[in-house]
Protein backbone atom coordinates (compact mmCIF):
# COMPACT_ATOMS: atom_id res chain seq x y z
CA UNK A 1 0.00 0.00 0.00
CA UNK A 2 1.22 3.91 -1.13
CA UNK A 3 1.74 6.34 1.83
CA UNK A 4 0.92 10.13 1.46
CA UNK A 5 2.34 12.59 4.01
CA UNK A 6 0.26 15.44 2.59
CA UNK A 7 -0.43 18.74 3.50
CA UNK A 8 -3.95 19.97 1.71
CA UNK A 9 -2.89 23.91 2.01
CA UNK A 10 -0.06 22.67 -0.30
CA UNK A 11 -0.27 22.84 -4.31
CA UNK A 12 2.46 20.47 -4.27
CA UNK A 13 1.25 18.17 -2.11
CA UNK A 14 -2.60 18.58 -3.79
CA UNK A 15 -0.58 17.76 -7.12
CA UNK A 16 0.91 14.59 -5.74
CA UNK A 17 -2.15 13.25 -4.13
CA UNK A 18 -3.89 13.51 -7.60
CA UNK A 19 -0.96 11.46 -9.60
CA UNK A 20 -1.36 9.12 -6.46
CA UNK A 21 -5.43 8.82 -7.39
CA UNK A 22 -4.60 8.65 -10.15
CA UNK A 23 -2.40 5.18 -9.81
CA UNK A 24 -5.42 3.39 -9.26
CA UNK A 25 -3.36 1.72 -6.16
CA UNK A 26 -4.54 1.39 -2.43
CA UNK A 27 -3.28 4.51 -0.34
CA UNK A 28 -3.53 5.99 2.96
CA UNK A 29 -2.97 9.94 3.19
CA UNK A 30 -1.43 10.85 6.42
CA UNK A 31 -1.96 14.62 7.35
CA UNK A 32 0.92 14.92 8.96
CA UNK A 33 -0.02 18.44 10.27
CA UNK A 34 -2.68 16.97 12.34
CA UNK A 35 -1.58 13.16 12.52
CA UNK A 36 1.90 14.09 13.68
CA UNK A 37 3.89 10.58 13.40
CA UNK A 38 6.05 9.36 16.52
CA UNK A 39 9.73 9.71 16.04
CA UNK A 40 10.42 5.89 15.74
CA UNK A 41 8.15 5.97 12.44
CA UNK A 42 9.82 9.00 11.05
CA UNK A 43 13.25 7.82 11.32
CA UNK A 44 11.77 4.98 8.97
CA UNK A 45 10.21 7.58 6.85
CA UNK A 46 13.78 9.26 6.48
CA UNK A 47 15.84 5.47 6.10
CA UNK A 48 13.11 5.19 3.46
CA UNK A 49 13.88 8.67 2.17
CA UNK A 50 17.89 8.24 2.38
CA UNK A 51 18.11 11.67 3.51
CA UNK A 52 19.58 13.31 6.53
CA UNK A 53 16.73 15.02 8.64
CA UNK A 54 18.30 18.53 7.54
CA UNK A 55 17.62 17.69 4.07
CA UNK A 56 13.87 16.83 4.98
CA UNK A 57 13.65 20.59 6.63
CA UNK A 58 11.83 23.46 4.95
CA UNK A 59 14.64 26.38 5.61
CA UNK A 60 12.37 29.48 4.08
CA UNK A 61 9.62 28.60 6.84
CA UNK A 62 9.39 31.38 9.44
CA UNK A 63 9.44 29.05 12.64
CA UNK A 64 12.98 27.25 11.29
CA UNK A 65 13.78 31.16 10.53
CA UNK A 66 12.67 32.25 14.13
CA UNK A 67 14.07 29.29 16.59
CA UNK A 68 16.78 27.35 14.72
CA UNK A 69 18.18 29.14 12.09
CA UNK A 70 22.01 29.44 12.92
CA UNK A 71 22.10 26.86 15.41
CA UNK A 72 24.03 23.80 15.28
CA UNK A 73 21.66 20.82 15.74
CA UNK A 74 22.19 16.77 15.91
CA UNK A 75 19.83 15.01 13.55
CA UNK A 76 17.90 14.16 17.24
CA UNK A 77 17.32 17.97 17.60
CA UNK A 78 16.46 18.19 13.75
CA UNK A 79 13.81 15.74 14.41
CA UNK A 80 12.44 16.72 17.48
CA UNK A 81 12.17 20.38 15.83
CA UNK A 82 10.31 19.00 12.82
CA UNK A 83 7.66 16.88 14.90
CA UNK A 84 7.06 19.79 16.94
CA UNK A 85 6.66 21.87 14.27
CA UNK A 86 5.66 19.48 11.73
CA UNK A 87 5.02 22.74 8.82
CA UNK A 88 9.07 22.25 8.83
CA UNK A 89 9.07 19.02 7.47
CA UNK A 90 9.31 18.62 3.23
CA UNK A 91 6.24 17.79 1.78
CA UNK A 92 4.76 15.85 0.05
CA UNK A 93 5.94 12.40 0.99
CA UNK A 94 5.26 9.13 -1.14
CA UNK A 95 6.17 5.76 0.39
CA UNK A 96 5.79 2.37 -1.23
CA UNK A 97 7.15 -0.85 -0.13
CA UNK A 98 10.76 0.50 1.42
CA UNK A 99 11.41 3.48 -0.81
CA UNK A 100 9.55 6.93 -0.61
CA UNK A 101 10.47 10.29 -2.39
CA UNK A 102 9.52 13.46 -1.40
CA UNK A 103 7.18 14.70 -4.77
CA UNK A 104 9.41 18.20 -5.77
CA UNK A 105 9.21 17.64 -9.16
CA UNK A 106 5.55 15.64 -8.72
CA UNK A 107 7.38 13.45 -11.23
CA UNK A 108 9.55 11.63 -8.49
CA UNK A 109 6.04 10.10 -7.88
CA UNK A 110 5.43 8.57 -10.69
CA UNK A 111 9.00 7.27 -10.98
CA UNK A 112 8.23 5.53 -7.61
CA UNK A 113 5.14 4.20 -8.41
CA UNK A 114 6.06 2.50 -11.66
Known sequence: MIK???NPRCRKSREG????EASGEDFEIINYLEEVPGKKEFRKVLGY???SP???IRKNEAIWKEKFKGRVLS???LIDAMLEYPKLIE??????GDKAV???PPEKI???LK
Open 4 to 6: IYH
Open 17 to 20: LAIV
Open 49 to 51: LSL
Open 54 to 56: EQL
Open 75 to 77: DDE
Open 91 to 96: RPIVIK
Open 102 to 104: IGR
Open 110 to 112: IEL
